[in-house]
């Protein structure tokens, strides 16, 4: 398997390296630059698969792809999950997001190596992603949500909901009010329609709006707990790989 790394940050693009040697993985080459890139692909075979952080240090890595045709599979790299889920939806092998855990990228190198030849040589729309990327800030979020009541329907406003939470294959949305809502949608769907200012996702199991934080409390395994104003029915658990980037988030 020949792969490559795309990341401009030299010590996150040697601990992929050293995360990927563990599961008998050798990266031939790291670049760390749209300009690097492009050299590099005009002059050498391309690899079959490419670790591809999204924000390099003089632009998008998308604009390699806008001179250089490739037809590697992808795995992208990001910080940013609103971007890391769009990514994957056209057509990405998978997608892991900073810091990134070791157990999921060896489920990204078993998915990529389980598939069949002809289906490792991906085609993306580079050009739809990199719509997406422009002014993310400026996106339209979702105001409102809708839960089913007995023969009602009830609208929830997002601004109300301290915490989106999953249980029993359930989605659930826990309002101010103390109450708790099902929703018909994922926790990963969550992940485009909720603004990212506003709400962080602090597990698998767990969305936050700091708004409602009430406090937070150093926990075992360098981890974090919260405690929101109203929901006390779970912990919330910060996970250790998530840690750095939570508390990025509240500043």
């Known amino acids: 398997m020949n792969v490559i790394i795309i990341e401009d940050e030299k010590p996150a693009a040697r601990r992929l390296g050293r995360l990927l040697s563990d599961l008998n993985v050798e990266v031939t080459t790291m670049l760390h630059s749209v300009e690097e890139s492009l050299s590099w692909f005009q002059e050498n075979e391309h690899p079959d698969l490419i670790f591809l952080d999204i924000q390099l240090s003089d632009g998008l890595s998308f604009e390699i792809f806008d001179i250089v045709d490739v037809k590697s599979a992808i795995i992208f790299t990001t910080a940013y999950d609103e971007y890391a889920l ?99 949608t994922t926790l990963e769907n969550l992940e485009e329609e909720l603004q990212p200012n506003t709400f962080f996702r602090v597990s698998r199991k767990f969305y936050v709006n700091i ?10 395994n360098s981890r974090l707990q919260i405690k929101l104003n109203s929901f006390s029915e779970q912990e919330i658990i910060v996970s250790r790989e998530r840690v750095k980037d939570f508390k990025l988030w509240l500043e």
Do not use: M
């Open 86 to 184: 769009q990514a994957f939806k056209l057509n990405s092998i998978d997608y892991l997001l900073k810091p990134i855990d070791d157990e999921e990228l060896e489920s990204a190198v078993n998915k990529f190596r389980s598939l069949k030849p002809e289906s490792k040589k991906l085609s993306l729309d580079f050009e739809d992603i990199k719509k997406l990327l422009v002014n993310p800030l400026e996106r339209e979020y979702k105001k409102r949500f809708t839960a089913k009541v007995g023969q009602h329907l009830k609208i929830i406003n997002a601004d109300d909901v301290e915490c989106f939470y999953s249980e029993n294959k359930g989605t659930y949305a826990a309002t101010s009010d103390g109450r708790n809502y099902l929703l018909d």
């Open 211 to 220: 708004n409602f934080i009430k406090d937070i409390i150093s926990y075992t």
